[in-house]
């Protein structure tokens, strides 16, 4: 069993920049591929990028890609999301997710969840 731990949101203005964290403990972090996801009110969880196990391999929602960066670092059990040139509607929850094997973008291919870091951007 994983568990997942997210931190690194808050309030930014437009142009701004975060640095989500996920901390991971209970597994072996390098046999997880790890993705990062979003979700406002009423609207369902949007994929934003995943990771492969060896963080070779990344992929990018289109609305994010060229101002998101998507890291890992197996020896610290740890994934990142780099957000820059942050937007209003980049404004959600963020999650991070882990699921064993390959990268997928689905929410449901995931089995390991955060309990999510609320990141606000303000115009």
């Known amino acids: 069993q994983v568990q997942l731990v997210e931190s690194g949101g808050g309030s930014v203005q437009t142009g701004g920049s975060l640095r989500l964290s996920c901390v991971a403990s209970?597994?072996?972090?390098?046999?997880?591929?790890m993705g990062w996801f979003r979700q406002t009110p009423g609207l369902e969880r949007e994929f934003v990028a995943v990771i492969d196990w060896s963080g070779a391999t990344t992929y990018y929602a289109d609305s994010v890609k060229g101002r998101f960066y998507i890291s890992r670092d197996n020896n610290e059990d740890m994934t990142y999301l780099q957000m820059n040139a942050l937007k209003p509607e980049d404004t959600a929850v963020y999650f991070c997710?882990?699921?064993?094997?390959?990268?997928?973008?689905?929410?449901?291919?995931?089995?390991?969840w955060g309990q999510g870091t609320q990141v606000t951007v303000s115009s």
């Open positions: 997710a882990a699921r064993v094997g390959t990268t997928r973008v689905r929410a449901s291919a995931y089995e390991y």
């Open positions: 209970g597994g072996t972090f390098s046999s997880h591929a």
